[in-house]
């Protein structure tokens, strides 16, 4: 079954660095998301991504975060400063497009530590 | 404010007894109503969807889930949990504002299954 993935799975970083985290959605997938989950917290939504643009955002994606499709297959999220309170575990997820575009597939997280 | 109210952070449940973890929405218009499950250290799996048609859906793994648009609610049933079902349940929402999807996440219930 076609699943999503996510690199890396884990990620320390100082805080003021900038972050990368990877993903391949479902290869058919066209709607691309991330959220962040902090620890014990409740999962709060990003962005959206569809036709290589952004199609939604919360407040929490601010000016230090970006997100691209570089290729056909990848789409990523940039921290361009981290903070501590970026610590969490970010998910990506995909969904299909006409009847399959509302069921989002999570992949399995990149666990993000900002020391 | 669109909201998406998981009531009980914690359900405990002997094993081979009924479930019901509860959600509650308030989202304008007609919203699609989503069920996840994430065990420990893993992403979110999705587990049902209610978007049209019968109340009553079922979802993998057992799992039911009923629509009820008065009480505006979503609960997640299992006629006879087993200690595998304990994980965190997250119920969301997809809706539509300005014409573009909207996904919100409740806060999470943690479900015991006890042996």
């Known amino acids: 079954e076609p699943e999503v993935t996510q690199t890396p799975s884990h990620q320390v970083t100082q805080m003021g660095q900038e972050v990368i985290l990877r993903c391949v959605p479902i290869?058919?997938?066209?709607?691309f998301y991330w959220y962040r989950q902090i620890l014990g917290q409740k999962v709060e939504f990003l962005v959206s991504f569809y036709n290589n643009e952004i199609s939604e955002k919360s407040e929490i994606f601010d000016d230090q975060f970006s997100v691209e499709r570089p290729d056909g297959s990848n789409f990523t999220l940039k921290i361009r400063s981290t903070k501590l309170e970026d610590s969490a575990m970010y998910f990506c997820a995909s969904s299909g497009s006409g009847l399959n575009q509302e069921t989002q597939y999570f992949g399995p997280g990149t666990r993000l530590l900002v020391l | 404010a669109q909201s998406v109210a998981q009531p009980e952070d914690q359900v405990n449940v002997a094993e081979g007894n009924p479930l019901t973890v509860k959600c509650t929405y308030s989202v304008s218009g007609n919203p699609y109503l989503f069920w996840y499950v994430q065990y420990p250290n893993r992403g979110l799996q999705f587990l049902l969807k209610y978007i049209t048609g019968d109340n009553l859906v079922k979802g993998s793994y057992g799992f039911e889930a009923e629509f009820n648009k008065s009480q505006t609610s979503f609960h997640l049933k299992k006629p006879s949990a087993l200690v595998s079902d304990s994980a965190l349940y997250f119920c969301a929402v997809r809706f539509t504002t300005s014409g573009t999807y909207k996904y919100i996440f409740g806060t999470g219930t943690r479900l015991k299954v006890l042996a």
């Open positions: 290869s058919n997938h066209l709607y």
